[in-house]
T-cell receptor, first 111, second 111 residues
Framework: AQRVTQPEKLLSVFKGAPVELKCNYS??????LFWYVQYSRQRLQLLLR??SRESIKGFTADLNKGETSFHLKKPFAQEEDSAMYYC?????????????FGQGTRLTINP | ETGVTQSPTHLIKTRGQQVTLRCSSQ?????VSWYQQALGQGPQFIFQ???????GRGNFPPRFSGLQFPNYSSELNVNALELDDSALYLC??????????FGQGTRLTVV
């Protein structure tokens, strides 16, 4: 079964502190993992994909196949990072097709 | 380049009625996916259309149906509405690979 688990519904950190949003997955095959973000009153948008191995807005995420995890990290949180974050997966090669989403983590950065 | 647009933004229907939601895909994108997002949950995949053919379906009953048109725009139709169909319906367009681009959603309330 395909499943994405984000164990924290809410996460609150202070500005300048490190942030880690957890994501674990189960998938019988080779997955492609994504992080999507939704800022207040904006649409859901792609933050990063594991295939791209890039850093967006200071965020990085490494796919750990042994632990079936794809945690999102940022060394120094900024107030504008406050948003809803969703981890998602699809089959490798399927790109953005048929995404399976986690329940989301609401990140709040306190000043 | 235009983004993904959905209409209407909100609507209220009575149980048992039928509803049609519309989506215009991002310019050049030939794949459209529909998702249902209940309150406090991540988006759930309903189905996907690629070049006017259904290309995968999630765990939704047949009363959820769709269409894709030659210009790649799409419709989601729901028959015999139930109270549990109340949700935010998201449309996402993409190429066969790459990230999905989401619309702002249609908020459906069934009373």
């Amino acid at each position: 079964a395909q499943r994405v688990t984000q164990p924290e519904k809410l996460l609150s950190v202070f500005k300048g502190a490190p942030v880690e949003l957890k994501c674990n997955y189960s998938y019988s095959g080779s997955p492609e993992l994504f992080w999507y973000v939704q800022y207040s009153r904006q649409r859901l948008q792609l933050l990063l994909r594991h295939i791209s191995r890039e850093s967006i807005k200071g965020f990085t995420a490494d796919l750990n196949k042994g632990e079936t995890s794809f945690h999102l990290k940022k060394p120094f949180a900024q107030e504008e990072d406050s948003a809803m974050y969703y981890c998602a997966l699809s089959g490798l090669g399927q790109g953005a097709q048929k995404l399976v989403f986690g329940q989301g983590t609401r990140l709040t950065i306190n000043p | 380049e235009t983004g993904v647009t959905q209409s209407p933004t909100h609507l209220i229907k009575t149980r048992g009625q039928q509803v049609t939601l519309r989506c215009s895909s991002q310019s050049g994108h030939n794949t459209v996916s529909w998702y249902q997002q209940a309150l406090g949950q991540g988006p759930q995949f309903i189905f996907q259309y690629y070049r006017e053919e259904e290309n995968g379906r999630g765990n939704f009953p047949p009363r959820f149906s769709g269409l894709q048109f030659p210009n790649y725009s799409s419709e989601l139709n729901v028959n015999a509405l139930e109270l549990d169909d109340s949700a935010l319906y998201l449309c996402a367009s993409s190429l066969r690979v790459g990230g999905a681009f989401f619309g702002q959603g249609t908020r459906l309330t069934v009373v």
